[in-house]
Protein backbone atom coordinates (compact mmCIF):
# COMPACT_ATOMS: atom_id res chain seq x y z
CA UNK A 1 0.00 0.00 0.00
CA UNK A 2 3.35 2.44 0.86
CA UNK A 3 4.08 1.97 -2.72
CA UNK A 4 0.99 2.72 -4.33
CA UNK A 5 0.60 5.55 -2.05
CA UNK A 6 4.16 6.88 -2.55
CA UNK A 7 3.32 6.60 -6.84
CA UNK A 8 0.16 8.41 -6.22
CA UNK A 9 1.70 11.56 -4.42
CA UNK A 10 4.72 11.69 -7.11
CA UNK A 11 2.45 11.53 -10.04
CA UNK A 12 0.16 14.30 -8.04
CA UNK A 13 3.70 16.01 -7.78
CA UNK A 14 4.35 15.91 -10.88
CA UNK A 15 0.66 17.47 -11.84
CA UNK A 16 1.56 19.87 -9.54
CA UNK A 17 4.84 21.42 -10.27
CA UNK A 18 3.21 21.46 -14.14
CA UNK A 19 0.87 23.23 -12.72
CA UNK A 20 2.96 26.05 -11.51
CA UNK A 21 5.39 26.11 -14.46
CA UNK A 22 2.52 26.44 -16.51
CA UNK A 23 1.92 29.74 -14.39
CA UNK A 24 5.48 31.18 -14.20
CA UNK A 25 5.37 30.37 -17.98
CA UNK A 26 2.35 32.71 -18.40
CA UNK A 27 3.86 35.22 -16.40
CA UNK A 28 7.39 35.32 -18.33
CA UNK A 29 5.40 35.15 -22.04
CA UNK A 30 3.25 37.56 -21.00
CA UNK A 31 5.38 40.06 -19.99
CA UNK A 32 8.09 39.60 -22.35
CA UNK A 33 4.86 40.25 -24.71
CA UNK A 34 3.67 43.60 -22.75
CA UNK A 35 8.03 44.45 -22.65
CA UNK A 36 8.56 44.44 -26.32
CA UNK A 37 5.30 45.96 -27.24
CA UNK A 38 5.57 49.36 -24.84
CA UNK A 39 10.08 48.94 -25.86
CA UNK A 40 10.39 48.43 -29.13
CA UNK A 41 6.49 48.28 -30.76
CA UNK A 42 6.89 44.86 -31.59
CA UNK A 43 5.11 41.58 -30.70
CA UNK A 44 6.10 38.12 -30.89
CA UNK A 45 3.75 36.49 -33.14
CA UNK A 46 3.63 33.48 -31.36
CA UNK A 47 3.34 35.05 -28.01
CA UNK A 48 -1.16 35.44 -27.75
CA UNK A 49 -1.44 31.77 -28.77
CA UNK A 50 1.01 30.42 -26.24
CA UNK A 51 -0.41 32.64 -23.57
CA UNK A 52 -4.08 31.56 -24.10
CA UNK A 53 -3.04 27.82 -24.09
CA UNK A 54 -1.11 28.35 -20.99
CA UNK A 55 -3.78 30.22 -18.95
CA UNK A 56 -6.41 27.26 -20.00
CA UNK A 57 -4.07 24.77 -19.18
CA UNK A 58 -3.01 26.47 -16.01
CA UNK A 59 -7.04 27.08 -14.75
CA UNK A 60 -7.85 23.72 -15.39
CA UNK A 61 -4.99 22.20 -13.30
CA UNK A 62 -5.91 24.72 -10.66
CA UNK A 63 -9.20 23.66 -10.75
CA UNK A 64 -7.95 19.96 -9.60
CA UNK A 65 -5.38 21.52 -7.17
CA UNK A 66 -8.92 23.21 -5.62
CA UNK A 67 -10.75 20.34 -5.21
CA UNK A 68 -7.89 18.26 -3.94
CA UNK A 69 -7.40 21.24 -1.27
CA UNK A 70 -10.89 21.99 -0.57
CA UNK A 71 -10.58 25.55 -1.56
CA UNK A 72 -13.81 25.01 -3.41
CA UNK A 73 -16.80 27.00 -2.96
CA UNK A 74 -19.03 25.71 0.12
CA UNK A 75 -21.36 27.65 2.73
CA UNK A 76 -20.33 26.47 6.01
CA UNK A 77 -21.95 28.70 7.76
CA UNK A 78 -25.72 27.67 6.20
CA UNK A 79 -24.45 23.84 6.57
CA UNK A 80 -23.47 24.23 10.24
CA UNK A 81 -27.29 24.61 10.65
CA UNK A 82 -27.39 21.08 10.47
CA UNK A 83 -26.91 17.83 12.39
CA UNK A 84 -23.26 16.49 11.84
CA UNK A 85 -24.97 13.08 10.22
CA UNK A 86 -26.52 15.62 7.85
CA UNK A 87 -23.47 16.95 7.06
CA UNK A 88 -21.65 13.40 6.61
CA UNK A 89 -23.97 12.36 3.97
CA UNK A 90 -23.74 16.01 2.02
CA UNK A 91 -19.82 15.32 1.92
CA UNK A 92 -20.78 12.49 0.38
CA UNK A 93 -23.00 14.02 -2.20
CA UNK A 94 -20.83 16.63 -2.87
CA UNK A 95 -17.89 14.18 -3.70
CA UNK A 96 -20.16 12.21 -5.51
CA UNK A 97 -20.88 15.45 -7.61
CA UNK A 98 -17.52 16.34 -7.74
CA UNK A 99 -16.91 13.15 -9.29
CA UNK A 100 -19.14 13.50 -11.63
CA UNK A 101 -18.09 16.54 -13.02
CA UNK A 102 -14.11 15.22 -13.25
CA UNK A 103 -16.36 12.17 -15.39
CA UNK A 104 -17.60 15.14 -17.25
CA UNK A 105 -14.19 16.58 -18.06
CA UNK A 106 -12.93 12.86 -18.93
CA UNK A 107 -15.40 12.24 -21.80
CA UNK A 108 -16.44 15.71 -23.06
CA UNK A 109 -12.33 16.70 -23.04
CA UNK A 110 -11.54 13.67 -25.05
CA UNK A 111 -13.94 14.22 -27.31
CA UNK A 112 -13.09 18.02 -27.76
CA UNK A 113 -9.21 16.66 -28.49
CA UNK A 114 -10.16 13.71 -30.53
CA UNK A 115 -12.22 16.21 -32.75
CA UNK A 116 -9.37 18.84 -32.71
CA UNK A 117 -6.52 16.52 -33.77
CA UNK A 118 -6.88 17.58 -37.26
CA UNK A 119 -6.73 21.10 -37.10
CA UNK A 120 -3.59 23.42 -36.14
CA UNK A 121 -3.29 26.25 -33.90
CA UNK A 122 -2.58 29.54 -36.75
CA UNK A 123 0.65 30.81 -34.88
CA UNK A 124 2.73 27.89 -33.59
CA UNK A 125 1.33 25.21 -36.16
CA UNK A 126 0.57 23.40 -32.69
CA UNK A 127 -2.43 21.19 -33.07
CA UNK A 128 -6.08 22.52 -31.90
CA UNK A 129 -5.94 19.38 -29.70
CA UNK A 130 -3.69 20.62 -27.22
CA UNK A 131 -5.62 23.13 -25.91
CA UNK A 132 -8.43 20.82 -25.21
CA UNK A 133 -6.28 17.87 -23.98
CA UNK A 134 -6.02 19.38 -20.38
CA UNK A 135 -9.48 18.70 -19.90
CA UNK A 136 -9.02 15.13 -19.69
CA UNK A 137 -6.10 14.99 -17.47
CA UNK A 138 -8.06 17.73 -15.42
CA UNK A 139 -10.92 15.13 -15.36
CA UNK A 140 -8.84 12.44 -14.22
CA UNK A 141 -7.32 13.98 -11.00
CA UNK A 142 -10.72 15.54 -9.82
CA UNK A 143 -11.88 11.96 -10.22
CA UNK A 144 -8.99 10.88 -8.14
CA UNK A 145 -9.05 13.29 -5.60
CA UNK A 146 -13.10 12.99 -5.30
CA UNK A 147 -12.72 9.34 -5.08
CA UNK A 148 -10.91 9.72 -2.37
CA UNK A 149 -12.58 12.88 -0.39
CA UNK A 150 -15.50 10.53 -0.74
CA UNK A 151 -13.75 7.58 1.94
CA UNK A 152 -12.56 10.18 3.85
CA UNK A 153 -8.93 10.39 2.81
CA UNK A 154 -7.35 13.88 3.53
CA UNK A 155 -6.34 14.54 0.18
CA UNK A 156 -4.64 18.34 1.44
CA UNK A 157 -0.75 18.33 0.54
CA UNK A 158 -0.61 22.09 1.63
CA UNK A 159 -2.31 22.01 5.49
CA UNK A 160 -0.70 25.27 6.60
CA UNK A 161 -1.77 27.56 3.51
CA UNK A 162 -4.39 29.42 5.22
CA UNK A 163 -2.33 29.35 9.06
CA UNK A 164 0.22 31.68 7.07
CA UNK A 165 -2.61 34.61 6.39
Not at 52 to 81: K, P
Not at 113 to 122: A, E, K, V
Request: glycine share 4%.
Amino acid sequence: MNVIKKIGLDIDGVFEKFTLLSLVALILVVTTQVMTRKLFNFVFFWSEEITLLLLAWFAFMAIAIGFREYIHMGIDSFTNLFPKKFNKVLDKIISASIFAFGLYLVIQGWDFTLLMLDSTLPATKLPSSITYAVMPVTGIMICVYSFLQFFTVNTTRHKDIEEGM
